[in-house]
Structures are given as structure tokens and as C-alpha cells.
């Protein structure tokens, strides 16, 4: 068996064919079969090739009697190849004699790469070279614009092409390379030698110049694609912004920089591309520098002219503060973030969503003395002409679960300039008013200690013409330098609502239930969550949410609104439960389970299976289920077992689970979670090891637990009439024993 194959096909190329032929028969490296595929020629290229056919007989000659087409005949080839690589040729472009070795060479020396290219130069006499990218993760980046390799200069590792099922696309008409490097990279390693080992031909019976209209709608196509797997579905003034982007020529500088924040945004989510090289392909093809992305005062200021900026204080936790900006930006997607770095670590806030603005002069903060980073912003954000209306201040332990609250925000203040959560005034007794007296003659310039106001410090909401008083304010700097002399533990309680009482705003209390939602401690748990969710239908966030990734009340918060969000990563077309009918379809988010692998169940149509992954692809071990509806919910309990929740077609919830300790790994089911066609939004265990499932009933929460003998119960008075509206019946629940 030859080492390689080299796939050339030929269609009416008498002038050129032999000139190809022969840079390969002239190779230094001479293990290797080489396939000319005779696509119908009519021009006498037939005879050419049965002629080196009978001098080496390492040349097979393939005839079709009828123009096929090139994705035909090089799927054709690469079918009947015999070969560990496979070797592209053009018939009318030259290989340089070493090719073959200095590629075969350094796949045998890279294992871990699929493809291999070359730079290329131009036959008849110029010197005109193409260096292209050569390096994995930036040729990966620039096929968001551009085809990445030279088609005739690339050898690939079959292996790779079988494993993967991969083959040229014939729906890729003339751009059928660009779409298969688009699969390939997503699979392997390509990469492309920085040296020329190949003479490309320009002429004008190339299928470039002859067909470059349909060449170039593909090339739109498969870009488009690109796009799609980050989130984007591009209209038409994007697809332009992005055709522009490609070919360097910027029109629009602003919209262009909107553009290249929204895929590094996408990026972020879906982390097709490394962050670095991305950003740095992207701003390479805008022709501005890195620093016009990072530096906030170069950016659109149509992106910073929002009605609510909210100022975030973070200390650590990089992927905490990444899902509370997500959260933000789910619910309050036309307003600002700020964020100010008051931890440790110098990189905590890197590579944060390109509309997000990180303060420049962050630094580490003192817990209990930080009321100096809201005023720092709000200068900040004058001097960069940031416009806004209000200004909120969040902790990072705030989660929001509805949507409304910008507009309620404008609407609460339409006639108060500040509304603060629990605003009272301090008693004789109270700890931070005896230390304040401490320091009276430091703080009785700026505002009265008696009476003193405090205000919860979490969500204050601070109007734009309170801010610019506070900025004009001829005390400014002193009141600053008191900040930060200050003993005083809470000062960011005292600061606001003391200034503003000395400029004379008017101001306010938050209003019933947002008071009750937003609170010191404790933190809410599950069954706080579900009933502050049904009982106050008009609230939007909760404070605090415990700053710990494996919360429970936190992923049920993430579960009941991303959940859509997330498996649209899994809706594509690479993934083998892929349907063009969205409603056809639905995957469980994928877990990386205790069998080292990632591993979930998709409903097809009305049936329900298992998949799992095993490198980049993912395989079906069976189909357990059928009469099935809906989004199913896939966990792996604390017995390493396998749990399902899955709608019915009936309208009923029932739940299936694989015994991942026998043998058989059989799954069993179904069993009856409810008969009330709950969506279902979460499956977890709790801390007691019961499942349990959490499932929504006309926008009110349910939760089912799973008792020691297997079966799904929720509190009686769920079932006490069954002929209850489920809005009652709902808020009859009792959650007091979900622990128990």
C-alpha cells in the first residue's frame, strides 16, 4: 500500500496536464499511487494521461464518459484511494520536487494534525509568492473570511476524512475546499508549511475566473455558516459588514467595530476560537489595533448610550462574573456594564465580553471600604462622555430572573432622582453611627450625622443629574480623600443618601416586592427561590444568590432561562440528531460524565435516545423511549447512574433512568412524575440524594421529589382537588419539606 495518494483530476487541460503530470513523477519522495481522474475531457488530455499511464505504473487512469463534475470525481478518488495521506493536484499547476517529502515528513512528525498546506508562487517567471497562515488556531480564525489553504497544495491524513465521514460537499459549488476545511478544522489540526512547494497557474480557463460569481455566492454560504455556529443568524447590512471585513476594506468604522465585538461576545459563549487569536485575526482584517477594542473610548458610542449603566464590584471568580453578565444581558439587553476589579488578581476581568467596559484604574479594595469605586466610576464615565440615565450598583452574589426591569426602572423614576433599598435612619444603639460619631469632624462638611440615613448597599439606583451634582461638587476631592482615610466598616451604606440629602434630591424607597427580594442574608435557597418566583410574579432579581458554581438556586435560575439559549449550540448540522425541522428534534444539554466522556439524550421526533462522544463526533448507543415530546432533562446522580425527565404526547412528565452499574446498563422506565403537562426546567439532586424535578405550570414553579421506594411525589395539596384551577392548586404548594 502506498503512502500516498495523489487525487489530480483532469477536464480539458491538453495544455497543461503534462507539466502537472510530471512534477509529481518527479518527486523526491516516490511512495506513492497517483489517480488521474478524467472528468469527460474532449480536448485530447484522454490520450495524455493513458500515455504516462503505460510509462509508470504507479499511475492509475479513471475515465468518465461524461462530465461528472470535480465534487464528484475527487469524492470518487479519495473513495478508491489506498493511501495513509491523501495529496491534492491541480492539472494545470506544478509541485515543486520536494513537496511530498517535507509534508509527509512533518505529518509523521505531527500525529496530532489532519492537514497539511504550503505556500504557493506563480508559474511563468514572476516572483509573486502567497505566504499563508500558517498556524493551526489562526488559519481556524481567518476561515471566517477566507479560505485558508491553496486547494493543490494540501495533503491530508485519510484517516481523519473516515473517521469523521467527511467528503467535499456537492452542495458547495466551486468553494467545495473552503467547506471542507470548515469541517475539518473542527475535528483536527491544520496547519500550513511556510515555505512555497507549489506553482499555481493563472489563467483564465480557471475555475476561479471562469465561474468566480457562483465561487463567490458559496464562499458567502460557508461563511454564513461559520457565523451561524457562533449564535449569529447575519442579515444582510452584517453579511456585507463581514464581506467588507474579508477583504480589508472598511466602510464603516463604528459599525465594524460593533460587528467584531458581537463575534468575540458569541465567541465567549460558544468557544469555537481561541479568544487571543481571534481578536487579533479580527482586528488585523479592520486594520485597527488591538487597543481600539480594549480602550472604551474608542468604542461606538451608539454602544454606550444606554438608559441604565450598572457598576459591578468583583473580587474573584472569572466564571461567576462571565454568567452574571450573561444574566444582565438576558435581561437588561439595552443597558451598559461596568465592571471594577477590586480582587487580587490583575487578569480576573480579562477577556470579558468586548460591550462590556472594564475600569482601568481598578485595584484591590478593602471588603467593607469600597464606596470609592462607585464615585471613580461615575468620573470615569463623564470623562469618556459614556451617556446613561441611572446608574445601579450590583454585588456580584445578584442574579435576575425576569425581564421588564429596565422599563420598570424608568418608570419608578420618573419623579426621584435615587431609590434605594431598606432606606431608614440610624438609632442612638446602631454600630455604624457610634463609628461615624467617631469621625464626625471629618464627615459634617459633606452631610448631616444626625439624623444619619443608611441604605442597603446592593441596587441603588442613582440618576444622572444627582451624579453630575456630586461631580461639580466643590468638596469633591476632599470628600474623596475621606474615603479612603475612613475606619468607618459600611460607609457605601451612607455615602449616597447623605449627599444627596445635602443637594436637596428627592429620593425614594424600592418598592413592595423588590424590598423582600433584595436582602442582606440569608441567601436564598431553592425553596426560597420557587416561592418568591410564583409569589411575586412583578419581581426581577434576587439578592444574594451563593457565590458558588455548584448551586443549586443559582443553575436553576441559569436552567430557566438558558436553557433554550444553550442547546441551540447543539442544534447544527455537524451533530447527528440535526433536523431541518426545528420542532422535530431537541437535545439534553451534555454532561461530561463519570465515564470520562461527554454523554446525553435527544428526542427525534416523537422518540427518545442516548448518545456518546468519542473524540469530536458523537455516536447513538440505542433509542429507549418513544411517544415523547418537548426538551428532555439528563442528569447523572451521585450513583453514577443516568436520570431522564421527558414530556409525554400524552401530557403527562415521566422519568427514565439507566442502571449504570450492571452489566446491561439497561434503562428502565417509564415512571410517572405528574399528569400535569409541566415544561420541564430542571432535574437535580438534592442534598439529601433525592431527585428532584422542577417543572413550569402556566409561569408558575412545581417541584416533584423522588421518595426512597422510587416514587414521584409533590405536597398534598397539589392533588387535593383536582378539579382546581392549576393557579390555585399551585399556590397551595407547601415546600417546607423539599429537605426533608
Given at each position: 500500500m502506498p503512502k500516498i495518494s495523489v487525487i489530480l483530476p483532469v477536464f480539458n487541460r491538453v495544455n497543461y496536464v503534462s507539466e502537472a503530470i510530471e512534477s509529481i513523477l518527479n518527486q523526491t519522495y516516490t511512495d506513492f499511487e497517483l489517480i488521474l481522474l478524467d472528468d469527460g475531457s474532449t480536448d485530447g488530455s484522454t490520450d495524455i494521461l493513458y500515455k504516462y499511464k503505460k510509462m509508470d505504473n504507479r499511475i492509475k487512469v479513471i475515465r468518465f464518459p461524461k462530465n461528472r463534475g470535480l465534487v464528484f470525481v475527487l469524492n470518487y478518488g479519495i473513495s478508491i484511494a489506498s493511501g495513509e495521506y491523501i495529496a491534492r493536484m491541480d492539472s494545470d499547476d506544478i509541485s515543486l520536487p520536494d513537496r511530498f517529502s517535507k509534508q509527509v515528513s512533518y505529518l509523521e512528525n505531527h500525529p496530532e494534525v489532519g492537514l497539511c498546506g504550503a505556500g504557493i508562487g506563480k508559474v511563468a517567471g514572476t516572483t509573486d509568492k502567497w505566504y499563508l497562515p500558517f498556524e493551526s488556531e489562526e488559519i481556524k480564525c481567518r476561515l471566517l473570511f477566507h479560505c485558508s489553504f491553496i486547494h493543490p497544495s494540501v495533503m491530508i491524513r485519510k484517516k481523519v476524512l473516515d473517521d469523521y465521514n467527511l467528503r467535499y460537499n456537492p452542495e458547495a459549488i466551486h468553494a467545495e475546499d473552503y467547506e471542507l476545511w470548515r469541517e475539518l478544522v473542527k475535528v483536527t489540526k491544520c496547519i500550513n508549511l511556510n515555505e512555497v512547494l507549489v506553482l499555481y497557474r493563472v489563467h483564465s480557463g480557471q475555475i476561479s475566473e471562469v465561474n468566480n460569481t457562483v465561487q463567490n455566492h458559496t464562499a458567502d454560504m460557508v461563511r454564513k455558516k461559520q457565523l451561524r455556529e457562533l449564535g449569529i443568524e447575519p442579515t444582510n447590512e452584517q453579511m456585507k459588514l463581514h464581506i467588507q471585513l474579508a477583504n480589508?476594506?472598511?466602510?464603516?468604522?463604528?459599525?465594524?467595530?460593533?460587528?467584531?465585538?458581537?463575534?468575540?461576545?458569541?465567541?465567549?459563549?460558544?468557544?469555537?476560537?481561541?479568544?487571543?487569536?481571534?481578536?487579533?485575526?479580527?482586528?488585523?482584517?479592520?486594520?485597527?489595533?488591538?487597543?481600539?477594542?480594549?480602550?472604551?473610548?474608542?468604542?461606538?458610542?451608539?454602544?454606550?448610550?444606554?438608559?441604565?449603566?450598572?457598576?459591578?464590584?468583583?473580587?474573584?471568580?472569572?466564571?461567576?462574573?462571565?454568567?452574571?453578565?450573561?444574566?444582565?444581558?438576558?435581561?437588561?439587553?439595552?443597558?451598559?456594564?461596568?465592571?471594577?476589579?477590586?480582587g487580587q488578581d490583575p487578569n480576573l476581568v480579562n477577556d470579558l465580553d468586548n460591550d462590556?467596559?472594564?475600569?482601568?484604574?481598578?485595584?484591590?479594595?478593602?471588603?467593607?471600604?469600597?464606596?470609592?469605586?462607585?464615585?471613580?466610576?461615575m468620573e470615569w464615565l463623564q470623562e469618556n462622555d459614556i451617556h446613561f440615565d441611572f446608574l445601579i450598583n450590583l454585588d456580584c452574589d445578584v442574579l435576575f430572573y425576569r425581564s421588564g426591569f429596565e422599563k420598570y426602572i424608568e418608570e419608578q423614576m420618573a419623579d426621584v432622582d435615587y431609590m434605594g433599598i431598606d432606606i431608614k435612619t440610624l438609632d442612638d444603639e446602631a454600630y455604624l453611627l457610634n463609628n461615624l460619631k467617631k469621625e464626625q469632624n471629618m464627615w459634617k462638611q459633606f452631610f448631616s450625622i444626625d439624623p444619619c440615613y443608611r441604605v442597603f448597599n446592593v441596587c441603588q439606583i442613582i440618576s444622572k443629574p444627582?451624579?453630575?451634582?456630586?461631580?461639580?461638587?466643590?468638596?469633591?476631592?476632599?470628600?474623596?480623600?475621606?474615603?479612603?482615610?475612613t475606619h468607618v466598616f459600611g460607609m457605601d451604606e451612607v455615602i449616597i443618601i447623605g449627599m444627596l440629602r445635602t443637594f436637596g434630591f428627592k429620593y425614594k424607597r424600592f418598592p413592595y416586592p423588590d424590598s423582600t427580594t433584595i436582602r442582606y442574608r440569608p441567601h436564598f435557597t431553592i425553596k426560597d427561590f420557587i416561592a418568591t418566583y410564583n409569589k411575586y410574579p412583578n419581581s426581577y432579581l434576587c439578592h444574594p444568590i451563593n457565590r458558588n458554581n455548584n448551586d443549586l438556586t443559582r443553575n436553576l435560575i441559569y436552567a430557566l432561562h438558558y436553557n433554550e439559549s444553550d442547546r441551540s449550540r447543539y442544534r447544527i448540522d455537524k451533530y447527528p440528531w440535526y433536523n431541518q425541522d426545528p420542532l422535530s428534534y431537541s437535545p439534553a444539554l451534555?454532561?461530561?460524565?463519570?465515564?470520562?466522556?461527554?454523554?446525553?439524550?435527544?428526542?427525534?421526533?416523537?422518540?427518545?435516545?442516548?448518545?456518546?462522544?468519542?473524540?469530536?463526533?458523537?455516536?447513538?448507543?440505542?433509542?429507549?423511549t418513544t411517544n415523547v415530546k418537548g426538551n428532555p432533562l439528563f442528569f447523572e446522580g451521585s450513583d453514577k447512574n443516568f436520570e431522564v425527565i421527558t414530556s409525554t404526547t400524552d401530557g403527562k412528565i415521566v422519568h427514565w433512568w439507566r442502571d449504570n452499574q450492571s452489566k446491561s446498563q439497561s434503562w428502565h422506565g417509564p415512571v410517572k412524575v405528574t399528569e400535569i403537562d409541566a415544561e420541564p426546567i430542571y432535574l437535580i439532586q438534592l442534598e439529601n440524594h433525592k431527585l428532584c424535578f422542577i417543572g413550569k405550570v402556566n409561569n408558575k414553579l412545581a417541584c416533584w421529589i423522588r421518595d426512597d421506594e422510587g416514587t414521584w411525589k409533590c405536597s398534598e395539596p397539589l392533588y387535593v382537588n383536582e378539579n382546581m384551577d392549576i393557579f390555585d392548586r399551585l399556590s397551595m404548594y407547601n415546600f417546607n419539606n423539599i429537605y426533608d
Open positions: 480589508k476594506k472598511i466602510m464603516k468604522k463604528a459599525e465594524t467595530i460593533k460587528w467584531i465585538q458581537l463575534i468575540l461576545t458569541q465567541n465567549n459563549l460558544y468557544q469555537n476560537y481561541d479568544h487571543h487569536v481571534l481578536k487579533k485575526v479580527l482586528c488585523n482584517h479592520a486594520k485597527i489595533s488591538e487597543n481600539e477594542l480594549t480602550d472604551n473610548t474608542s468604542i461606538d458610542k451608539s454602544l454606550t448610550s444606554k438608559k441604565i449603566c450598572f457598576a459591578i464590584l468583583v473580587y474573584k471568580n472569572k466564571e461567576l462574573i462571565k454568567q452574571l453578565i450573561r444574566n444582565i444581558k438576558f435581561f437588561c439587553p439595552n443597558s451598559l456594564l461596568v465592571i471594577f476589579n477590586g462590556v467596559l472594564t475600569y482601568p484604574y481598578s485595584r484591590k479594595l478593602k471588603y467593607g471600604f469600597t464606596s470609592i469605586y462607585l464615585i471613580e466610576i444627582l451624579i453630575e451634582a456630586l461631580l461639580k461638587y466643590e468638596k469633591l476631592e476632599e470628600l474623596k480623600n475621606s474615603l479612603q482615610a451534555p454532561l461530561l460524565t463519570n465515564s470520562g466522556c461527554e454523554e446525553l439524550v435527544a428526542r427525534e421526533k416523537n422518540k427518545l435516545s442516548h448518545y456518546y462522544k468519542n473524540g469530536k463526533k458523537y455516536y447513538k448507543t440505542e433509542t429507549f
